[in-house]
C-alpha cells in the first residue's frame, strides 16, 4: 500500500498541511501535482488498496476550478481517499463538498477529510507561519486514527459540510502586474497552473485565465510581480474583520 498525494498547491501552503497529515499514513508515496497543467491526468491510476490523500486550497469557498477539472480525470478506483482543503483563516465554505462529489465521481471512496489553516496566499499577513507546531502535531494524531480506521476494513464516508448548488464562483480580479525588475526568465510562464502568462512575453498576461493563485509572485527569483496595491489594501481590510481569531483544523471520520 501506497499513499497518492493528489495536490493542487500554487504557492506550497497546500503542499505544507498535506506533508504534515500523510506523514503516518504510509511509507511509499507518489505525489501527482494538480498544479502541472502540461499533465496529462487521464493516465494517472490510484490501486484500489491504496490511499489517496487530495488536497486543494480553498479559493472564494470553492475548489480551483482547474483542479476540479484535473482530479475528474484521474481513475480512483475506488481507493479510500482523505480530503484536505486548506485556506487562509477566513472560511472554506463549500470547498470539501464540491471535493467531496468530484472525488466521488473520478471513483474514490472518501473516508476522512479535513479543512485545515495555512498562510493565505495573498494577504500573507494572515494565518502567517501556518501550519505550526500545534496544527502539525493534530494532523498527525488524526492521520492515526484515519489509518486505524482503514486498518480495520472501516470504509464509511463522514459527514462532510457543504451546500449543494454551492456558492456562485467568484474571482478576485487580482492579475499580478511585471514590474522593472523582470530579467525575462520565463519561470513565471513556465510554471503558471493554467499558462495565463505568454511565454513568449511575461508582459503578456491572459487576465481571462488568470486565477490569482499568486505562483508567479510566489516563485518569481527577482520579486518582479506584483499586485496593484490599492487592491491589495482592500483585500487586507476585508479580510482583518473575519480573521481577527485563530481558526482550528476541523475533522472528519
Known amino acids: 500500500m501506497k499513499v497518492f498525494e493528489i495536490c493542487f498547491s500554487p504557492t506550497g501552503g497546500t503542499k505544507n498541511v498535506l506533508e504534515a497529515l500523510d506523514s503516518g499514513l504510509a511509507d511509499e508515496r507518489e505525489f501527482v501535482d494538480l498544479t502541472d497543467g502540461k499533465t496529462k491526468f487521464s493516465d494517472a491510476s490510484v490501486g484500489k488498496d491504496d490511499i489517496a490523500v487530495i488536497a486543494v486550497p480553498s479559493y472564494g469557498g470553492r475548489v480551483p476550478y482547474p483542479a476540479v477539472e484535473r482530479l475528474a480525470e484521474i481513475r480512483g478506483n475506488g481507493a479510500k481517499a482523505v480530503l484536505l482543503c486548506v485556506y487562509g483563516n477566513r472560511a472554506y465554505e463549500d470547498t470539501l463538498a464540491e471535493l467531496q462529489d468530484t472525488a466521488k465521481q473520478a471513483g474514490f471512496c472518501i473516508v476522512a477529510a479535513v479543512a485545515a489553516i495555512a498562510e493565505h496566499s495573498i494577504a500573507r499577513e494572515f494565518a502567517a507561519g501556518r501550519p505550526d507546531g500545534e496544527d502539525i502535531e493534530k494532523l498527525r494524531e488524526f492521520a492515526d486514527k484515519i489509518k486505524e480506521k482503514i486498518g480495520a476494513g472501516n470504509s464509511s464516508e463522514p459527514e462532510i459540510p457543504g451546500n449543494r448548488p454551492y456558492k456562485k464562483r467568484g474571482g478576485s480580479g487580482m492579475v499580478p502586474k511585471l514590474t522593472e525588475e523582470c530579467v525575462q526568465c520565463g519561470l513565471c510562464a513556465k510554471k503558471c497552473p493554467v499558462q495565463a502568462i ?43 474583520k473575519v480573521c481577527l481569531d485563530r481558526k482550528e483544523a476541523e475533522l472528519f471520520i
Open 198 to 240: 505568454s511565454l513568449n512575453d511575461p508582459k503578456e498576461v491572459d487576465g481571462s485565465k488568470c486565477i490569482s493563485c499568486m505562483r508567479c509572485v510566489y516563485i518569481c527569483p527577482h520579486s518582479a510581480r506584483k499586485v496593484n496595491s490599492d487592491m491589495l489594501e482592500g483585500v487586507r481590510a476585508m479580510l482583518k
